[in-house]
Each structure stands twice: as C-alpha cells, then as structure tokens.
C-alpha cells in the first residue's frame, strides 16, 4: 500500500487529514477530522491566524465547519498540535479529551511553559550546555509561547479505556516518549491506527527530556521509555498509521525496527566517544553534529543523554560530578 493508498483508506473510514501549517521547523502538522457522531477533530494546530483560516478552509472543502465540531481530541501537550484549542472550543462549544495525566499541564499552559523552561535550563546547565546558550535559549522559547495555549480537557481519558463514537472504537493508548503524554488512538476494526508524533515516516520522534507530568524534578529518562513505547506499538497489527507530520505509515514494523537499530548504533557512537575519554553531554553533542544552532542545543542534548541512558543502564557508562557539571566515563 502506498502513502495516497492509505490516506484513500482513511477517507473511506471518514477520516480526513488535514495539513496545518506552523511556524516552526517541522513544517506542517496533521489534523485529522473523523466524520462521525460526534463530529471529531483530531489536534487543532498551532495559535495563529493563518493555521486558523487554514483549518477553515480544509473543513469547508470536505463540507464541514468548525462550529460543527463536537468533539476535539488532542493526541500530546506540545503547542503545534494544540494551539487552536481554545478559539475552536468557544466557537464550537466542542467537548475535549485528552489523557488524564496531561490535563492539569494543559490546563496551567503558561506556569507549565514556565516551569518546563525552567526544568530545561537545569538540565542544560547539568549536561555542560553555556549559560548564555541557555539564555537565548529561553527567550526562543518565550517567543514560542503565543502560539500555545490552555486546554480545558472535558473528557479525561484514561490509558486502556475505550472511546466510542457512533461507528467506531478506539483504544486509547498512553505511550510517552516523544513527550510524556503521546496518546494513540487504536481503531482495531479498521486496523487503523492513529499515533500524532510517536512514530513519523520521515523524521525520528525526538525524545525530548520534558518535565514529568507531576511537576517532579525528576530526571527522565525520556529514550528508555520511548523504546519501549514503540515496542509496544510494534506488536499492533496496524494496517494504516496516521502521524502527527508528514504521510501515512504503512509498514509500521519495518521502521520501527529500522528506528531501533538507529538508537542502537546511536548508543555505540556515543559509547566510542565517551571511551576516549570523559565529557560532559554537550561535548558529546559537538563531536557528533558539530557547533549546532542555539535553537537545537536543546533537541540534540535530550538525544545525547537519553542514548548515554541505555549505555547507564546496559551498565557500561557512569555518571560522574564534575562541579555543578556532569561528565560521563565509560565502566570497563
Ligand atoms: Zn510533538
């Protein structure tokens, strides 16, 4: 089955992907209406004007509005999927559902932000990142906040409970990684499976080192269970997988066990390097990828920590203070 093939059969299902821009560097996000009872949008894309006409004009072109909506789904807490969600509830008067775990965050959206920005600099200090990296860094992410917003979920779900609409179920699936809150949602009739940012065709899902829901500070170890999230995924005898970005999936097997063996060659790079000789993450992160961006320091230390996690816990790698630095040598 190709990609068109399987967004024909998602038509079919009376699902409709909707491509919404954003001003950020993935490019566009994937909407997804559901022509059902109740009306049913899947993520909202981000707070602007011009997703907002965006979105109207894809809903008018398969003969709905967004008044009609009865039902919003959001499938994670990041701002480009869920952007819009308080223009189209006041409009619509739409219920919203969303995992219960990520309901107090979508609800405190700017002390959250602030919060998670704040966890971010910590982290970033700890793993050898310059303090004037990390400034800019914030206000990046400040420039970013307008284009959030707070969610008012309506309809908690929890991870394993079913979700009935008129011609189909879905099971709902809590499976954090790319963030703590990535949700599918698994239509077993249909084989359809819908997995927002959890697995992309294109792209490899950063897992982000994000705050834990309940505000802890906590460390995660966001790659570990990432993997094992997609493990999960992997044994789902999915037909079609509609992504948060880009096309179809339509052999969720063969990527995940592509993405797998990438992680796993990832690990040993970084495994070599630390050999050598100890450092912290950021040194490790400029071996790899060079003098990156400010704008992707972030990204490319949460890959670089949560790869030297699977080395911490296979039990090759420790973790050794340096200061309020932290570096890390290799056991054997
Ligand atoms: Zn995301």
């Known amino acids: 089955m190709t990609p068109e093939e399987a967004l024909e059969g998602a038509r079919e299902a009376g699902i409709h992907r909707l491509r919404i821009p954003t001003p950020f560097a993935v490019g566009r996000v994937n909407c997804y209406l559901i022509e059902d009872e109740p009306l049913t949008l899947v993520d909202t894309g981000p707070n602007s004007g011009k997703a907002l006409d965006e979105l109207e004009r894809q809903l008018s072109d398969v003969g709905h509005a967004i008044d009609d909506l009865e ?36 609800a405190g959206y700017s002390e959250r932000a602030d919060a998670d920005d704040e966890f971010a600099g910590s982290l970033m200090l700890r793993y050898g990142i ?21 969610a008012k979920v309506t309809r908690p779900l929890a991870d394993g409970e079913t979700l009935r609409l008129r011609d189909r179920e879905f099971e709902v699936q809590l499976r954090p990684g790319h963030s703590p809150s990535d949700t599918l949602f698994w239509d077993s009739e249909r084989k359809i499976l819908v997995a927002a940012d959890h697995l992309i065709a294109h792209i490899s899902s950063n897992p982000l080192l994000t705050q834990p ?42 990527l995940i066990d592509d993405r797998l063996a990438m992680h796993e060659r990832r690990a040993e790079k970084l ?62």
Do not use: C
Not at 95 to 105: C, L, N, P, Q
Not at 222 to 250: C, D, F, M, N, Q
Not at 308 to 324: F, K, N, S
């Open 130 to 150: 310059p303090q004037d990296m990390i400034f800019a860094l914030r206000s990046v992410s400040r420039s970013f906040r307008g284009w959030g917003a707070h």
């Open 271 to 332: 495994y070599d390097l630390i050999a050598e000789r100890p450092q912290t993450a950021y040194e490790l992160a400029q071996a790899l990828w060079g003098n990156v961006a400010v704008t992707e320091a972030f990204l490319t230390l949460s890959e670089v920590v949560g790869h030297v996690d699977l080395l911490m816990d296979a039990g090759r790698v420790r973790e050794i203070a340096d200061g309020d630095v932290v570096r890390f040598e290799a056991t054997e």
């Open 213 to 254: 829901l309940d505000g802890s500070d906590e460390r995660p170890k966001a790659l570990v269970r990432y993997l094992e999230s997609l493990r999960k995924t992997r044994e789902l005898p999915a037909e079609i997988v509609l992504s948060g970005h880009g096309e179809p999936i339509t052999d969720h097997v063969a």
């Open 71 to 106: 039902l919003v789904i959001l499938t994670h807490q990041h701002i480009d999927h869920l952007g819009l969600i308080e223009v189209i509830e006041s409009r619509s008067g739409a219920e919203v559902a969303a995992i219960d775990v990520a309901v107090a965050h979508m």
